[in-house]
């Protein structure tokens, strides 16, 4: 006999109620189990997504999501301190970031998904070394994480797996883009990764999921809640996507841009936003008294890249895939770069096969676009913009339709937000606000 009705669960939230913790931790399960069938988990998404889920409700929705699945227990000897960021475009950070705070003595289990969509996929970057694997197991990942310090892979099945059915459901009954689904629909699966501490990178702008400043702060706020609620140390970063991170989007090329960031070079907005999520992780793990910078420039991090990658199967040496066609994009006039649209740049690269429309589809490993100026600069007709990459060339019309008034330059006046995109040596100023709990 279940101990509740799913009818009279739904009608409490339609009805403006807060759910009893009996009622959250029933209604997770009794959906997983398939007791609670899809059309009532539908309306209740719905009546959530209306009314809403105060903090309180929203840290137990998380818990009974984590309490689906496994939890797994990162039984190593170094402070575990995780980073999540919520996708953009250009956004390769966890791949320098994962061995840089490894080198510098924390234990970094990222476990990671694929592109969907407009925004990549670690996974998808990181298989465009030839041998690298994503798959492991929980010893091989313990293994690794002793060993290496830095493991970057696929999330095991048994994660969170109420969170897996009920995020398939949302996307069909357009109920993602409520805060407390969103942020317990995240935080269940970084919470039952096991890690102590766990940064979030919460991006802000065209290219990100939360379009405003205001919305991705309210969204940071609810994540850094949870994290306390449920004793995990958590900071987050709110940042800039309003224009592609780095010089460049896709699989290999962001492979290569983050092996440019380990070896001392890289573009500076990928370095101060790696640098700024490493003195972060590094605090909660700890191990604030290291300077990441120092790490970065002894080359230490990128030693650790290479055996993180070895340890995978991967070759750091070998050479990365080469697209089969470049086009290259000009400037029409002379003028000021305004805009370099994060959104429209990042559906070009899916459009030329750097990404997937549909789970399950190949993506092409040198599939996407290098930026050769950036917002702020003065360009000359016929200059280069951007390269388009792709094996596929009948790819490009659809890229470039998707570029259309993404790039504007202009004859004269100033950057739409003058000092965002032109900041000195150190950056772009890519860190808008931290939130702490
Ligand atoms: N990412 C997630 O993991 N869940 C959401 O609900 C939205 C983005």
């Known amino acids: ?34 007791v609670v069938a899809e059309e009532q988990m539908a309306a209740l998404a719905m009546a959530i997504f209306l009314r809403g889920m105060d903090a309180a409700e929203t840290a137990r929705w998380t818990g009974a999501m984590i309490d689906s699945g496994e939890r797994l227990e990162l039984r190593v000897s170094r402070p575990t301190v995780d980073k999540h960021s919520t996708g953009g475009v250009g956004d390769k950070i966890t791949l320098p970031l994962a061995p840089l705070v490894a080198a510098c003595g924390a234990a970094v289990p990222q476990l990671s998904g694929r592109g969907l969509g407009h925004t990549g996929g670690t996974l998808d970057k990181l298989e465009s070394i030839p041998g690298w694997r994503a798959e ?201 770069l305004s805009t370099m649209d994060a959104y429209a740049v990042g559906v070009a690269a899916w459009r030329l096969g750097a990404g997937r429309a549909r789970r399950g589809e190949r993506v092409q490993y040198a599939a996407g676009i290098r930026c050769l100026a950036r917002p702020g600069e003065r360009v000359a007709r016929g200059q280069p913009l951007l390269e388009l990459h792709t094996d596929t060339p009948d790819a490009v019309p659809a890229a470039l339709a998707a570029l259309d008034g993404g790039l504007v330059v202009s004859d004269s006046g100033e950057p739409e937000d003058p000092g965002k995109h032109d900041a000195p040596a150190g950056g772009r100023g890519i860190v808008l606000e931290t939130i702490r709990s």
């Open 1 to 34: 006999m279940e101990p509740f009705a799913a009818v009279d669960v739904i009608r409490a939230k339609r009805d403006s109620g807060r759910l009893t913790d009996e009622q959250i931790a029933w209604v997770v399960d009794a959906y997983t189990r398939g």
């Open 136 to 336: 492991l197991s929980t010893a091989e990942i313990l293994k690794q994480l002793e060993d290496v310090g830095a493991v970057v892979c696929a999330a095991t099945e048994g994660l969170a797996p109420a969170d897996r059915k009920l995020y398939a459901l949302r996307d069909v009954t357009s109920t993602v883009e409520s805060i407390p689904l969103i942020a317990s629909s995240i935080m269940s699966k970084k919470i039952a990764e096991g890690s102590a501490g766990l940064v979030l990178d919460v991006k802000a702008g065209s290219g990100a999921f939360m379009k405003t400043r205001d919305q991705a702060r309210e969204l940071a706020r609810a994540l850094v809640e949870i994290g306390a609620a449920h004793g995990v140390a958590t900071t987050a970063l709110l940042t800039d996507m309003s224009t592609p991170l780095g010089n460049a989007v896709g699989n290999a090329v962001e492979v290569a841009e983050a092996v440019d960031v380990l070896r001392g070079g890289g573009p500076p907005d990928v370095v101060e936003l790696t640098l700024a999520l490493a003195r972060e992780m590094l605090t909660l793990a700890g191990l604030g008294e290291v300077d990441p910078a120092e790490v970065l420039a002894s080359g230490r991090g990128y030693e650790t890249w290479c055996r993180m990658i070895r340890a995978q199967g991967g070759d750091p040496e070998a050479t990365l895939p080469v697209p089969a066609h470049v086009h290259v994009v000009e400037a029409e006039l002379d003028g000021l």
